[in-house]
């Protein structure tokens, strides 16, 4: 079972969310369809459901592996280095 190598890096607390949705997605004109915050630097961008993928491209453009979902009644976390749900 593959585990993931980034969470002993992460903060001992969830950063404070930068906005309480996908700013891209607003700024785009689009729907996101669920929300996610990275745990590095509480950005929120849109999951791969949504149109523009911004979670993932915050991932890409910074490195930043581990995010969470930031909907409401869920918690898990997945990081985008390893691919496995943390």
């Known amino acids: 079972m593959k585990q993931c190598t980034h969470t002993d890096a992460l903060p001992a607390v969830d950063p404070e969310p930068l906005s309480d949705t996908c700013r891209e997605c607003q700024e785009a004109g689009t ?7 990275c745990l590095e ?7 791969d459901s949504s149109p523009l ?3 993932t491209e915050h991932y890409k453009q ?3 592996p581990v995010m969470r979902t930031f909907e409401p009644g869920e918690d898990w976390r997945w990081c ?3 691919h496995v749900l943390v």
């Not at 729907?31 to 915050?37: E, G, N, S, T």
């Not at 630097?41 to 999951?47: I, L, W």
């Open 41 to 47: 630097c509480g950005h929120v961008g849109c999951c």
């Open 62 to 64: 910074t490195g930043h």
């Open 80 to 82: 985008f280095v390893d």
């Open 53 to 55: 993928q911004h979670a």
């Open 31 to 37: 729907h996101p369809v669920q929300l996610r915050l």
